[in-house]
């Protein structure tokens, strides 16, 4: 008779690291309390006023977990539905509060317990039982594809090396992060073979937040963080219909339509295209393989995530803005505070914004994203926080909104310019066939960027919005005159250098054609096209 699988409980098991406000003095009559480095699911959610933040140091993995935990918290905190009353309201009283109530949260945590366990035989927490059987049993994916920070098959190596012949393990707590990593971030293509009935099949859909971005506000709690982070459902929300993975009575069907998203709790945490199974080792402590597969065979829409900015592409077609490791979260600042923020892309700040300062004014923002591809390839992690700015949002500050977002406008302009100029000088000097990436671009990029972005919040601060234009230009100057600065020795590099300096005030203006004896061009005199 085989064994009982070990028991792995989220509620109870100390698998989220934390980071708790500075423990108060001795006299305070809870100095005796317990600080413990990492906590369960109840633990955070009664001690959450306490938390200063959660300590996952993978940014898509700590995305993944906030949006499972606002979906517990609205559910916990009964936010889940507009009414009774007002919603903005009722989430006030609870930052009055400064806690969710214990009862409530023993109620949430003794209907969901069994959901939770990360090895039940029935429903293991956000995976599938049936792949044991629906799967090939000798054609596992192995926990080096599991931990999506380890290389696997022809991927290179992030932070180790590994030994596909003799893996090290994950414990549990290290599993259940990537376990929501790829149900968020999973790759689209192919994966392990899965039959269910007359279909088999080996390729899947892209994870819903795959190559993306998201915002959050983080308080000064973990508690803030959380009501902050919290969406208001609409009007004809319930909660019997807007169900979360672990609510459901069944296993979803992979060869049916998966069924629609009722509300913010589903649509945070049901738009999966991966099934997965852990495999734990025969005491517990750690898992020893997985089978990770399709989900089902339909696109789930991903339109609608509270946490993204969402932009048009030319055709009309939304999509959230891509994580890209080499832009600093400043530039995208105007977006989280105007209505209507400058761009083509016609950027939509994310909804979650509109109601979070309900929850406190000194909110910051915290980006949180994986910058990849389609498919298989990962290229890096992006974790930037911002001071507390979100009481600036144009509904509050309306002035300094948009002139946050005339200097990020100036910010990016002299960053065009010179990444311009730095490459027809390369391409002039070396007499490249036309102009292209090159080391000059990175180099000037690298020496930019960050004084650019100290520059902004420099001016921020100081709330010095005037002479802008200029500082960013001589920010630009800089960087190019440095980078240059060495193919001045010879006649060729002379001349492409100080010819394609003009592109950092925007190019030289195109003479008018003359049309008599008499013309009215500019007598030779070479200008530009910005003066300022």
Not at 324 to 336: G, P
Not at 394 to 413: H, K, T
Request: net charge negative; hydrophobic share 35%; aromatic share 8%.
């Amino acid at each position: 008779m085989p064994s009982a699988p070990p028991a792995y409980n989220l509620f109870d098991e100390a698998w989220i690291p934390v980071r708790w406000i500075p423990h108060r003095e001795e006299g305070d009559a809870d100095h005796n309390k317990a600080y413990p480095p990492a906590v369960g699911l109840r633990e955070l959610l009664l001690r959450a006023s306490e938390i200063e933040q959660i300590a996952i140091a993978t940014p898509p993995a700590l995305s993944a977990l906030y949006r499972v935990l606002y979906a517990i918290t609205a559910r916990v905190a009964g936010l889940d539905e507009a009414g009774p009353g007002d919603w903005s309201e009722r989430r006030a009283d609870l930052v009055d509060r400064a806690g969710l109530d214990p009862e409530k949260i023993a109620t949430f945590v003794e209907r969901h317990r069994h959901r939770f366990d990360l090895f039940d035989s029935a429903r293991p927490f956000l995976q599938d039982p049936r792949l044991a059987e629906q799967c090939d049993p000798a054609n596992t994916a192995g926990v080096d594809k599991l931990i999506t920070t380890r290389p696997s098959g022809n991927n290179h190596s992030w932070f180790q090396h590994v030994n596909s012949t003799a893996p090290d393990l994950p414990t549990p707590a290290q599993a259940v992060l990537h376990l929501l990593v790829w149900h968020y971030y999973g790759p689209s293509g192919r994966c392990s073979s899965r039959t269910v009935g007359a279909t088999k099949a080996a390729g899947s859909k892209a994870g819903p937040l795959r190559s993306t971005l998201s915002y959050h506000p983080e308080g000064d709690t973990l508690f803030e963080t959380l009501l902050a982070g919290l969406p208001r459902p609409g009007r004809d929300v319930r909660r019997d219909s807007d169900l979360c993975p672990w609510e459901r009575e069944e296993l979803p069907d992979p060869a049916a339509v998966p069924p629609p998203l009722k509300g913010p709790c589903s649509a945070l945490t049901a738009r999966s295209q991966h099934a997965l199974l852990l495999m734990p080792d025969a005491t517990g402590q750690y898992v020893e393989d997985a089978f990770i597969t399709w989900a089902n065979q339909f696109k789930i829409p991903r339109e609608g995530d509270p946490y993204l900015i969402w932009q048009t592409s030319k055709e009309g077609n939304p999509y959230p803005r891509p994580a890209d490791s080499r832009r600093a979260l400043w530039r995208d600042l105007d977006a989280l505070l105007l209505k209507n923020p400058a761009g083509s892309t016609k950027p939509r700040r994310p909804e979650v914004f509109v109601t979070a300062l309900e929850v406190s004014e000194e909110l910051r923002v915290r980006a949180l994203g994986f910058e990849q591809d389609g498919q298989a390839k990962d290229v890096q992690f992006v974790d930037a926080v911002t001071p507390p700015v979100l009481g600036l949002a144009e509904d509050r500050e309306p002035a300094i909104a948009v002139e946050i977002g005339r200097l990020r406008l100036l910010g990016e302009r002299y960053g065009k310019h010179l990444d311009r100029a730095v490459k027809k000088a390369w391409a002039d000097f070396t007499e490249a066939p036309r102009i292209r990436d090159c080391t000059w671009a990175v180099d000037a990029a690298a020496r930019y960027w960050p004084t650019a972005e100290a520059e902004f919040w420099k001016r921020l601060d100081e709330r010095d919005f005037d002479g802008a234009a200029a500082a960013f230009r001589s920010l630009a100057e800089r960087a190019y005159d440095t980078v240059t600065y060495g193919a001045l020795g010879t006649v060729r590099g002379a001349k492409a250098c100080t010819t394609a300096r003009l592109e950092l005030y925007g190019g030289p203006v195109k003479r008018p054609a003359k049309t008599g004896g008499t013309g009215t061009g500019t007598g030779g005199r070479s200008t530009s096209t910005e003066d300022t």
